[in-house]
């Protein structure tokens, strides 16, 4: 099971070895004609539940616009996408459009959190997200 912090388990013990995690993070796919979502490791391929989000957002580069992914891609954010979690306030945003169409869920890690929220400024229109050189309107967050 992936959680919505990031950790791994199995059979409801904890995958500690950071290397495995890692090939983990890097090998979750949506397997779109069955809905679901997979860890593909070489031959191997087996189907993950997801706490929350299958993916997490590591950095955030506000001077490209762009978000660095747990799965090693990275993609323009898209701000209109931004949300809130349902179980803490963490940022969501939607990735992976060129899969689904309305995009899956990603979940920002505190520190690209942190990055995206110090690109936020107060502007007449409210706030705005200082991305790629030019302000993008913010979602109502509540």
Request: charged share 30%; aromatic share 8%; hydrophobic share 40%.
């Amino acid at each position: 099971m992936l959680h919505r912090d990031g950790s791994w388990t199995h059979e409801g013990v904890p995958i500690r070895n950071r290397r495995l995690r890692a090939a983990f993070d890097r090998s979750v796919r949506y397997a779109e004609r069955e809905g679901v979502f997979v860890v593909q490791l070489g031959r191997f391929r087996g189907q993950i539940e997801v706490e929350e989000a299958a993916f997490f957002v590591r950095l955030f580069d506000p001077d490209r616009g762009e978000i660095a992914l747990s799965d090693g891609t990275r993609e323009r954010l898209d701000s209109a996408s931004l949300a809130l979690s349902a179980h803490d306030g963490a940022l969501l945003c939607r990735v992976k459009r060129d899969l689904v169409r309305d995009g899956l869920l990603a979940r920002f890690f505190h520190a690209a959190q942190s990055e995206l929220l110090c690109a936020v400024e107060d502007t007449s229109a409210g706030p705005q997200l200082r991305m790629g050189g030019a302000l993008h309107p913010l979602p109502p967050l509540d």
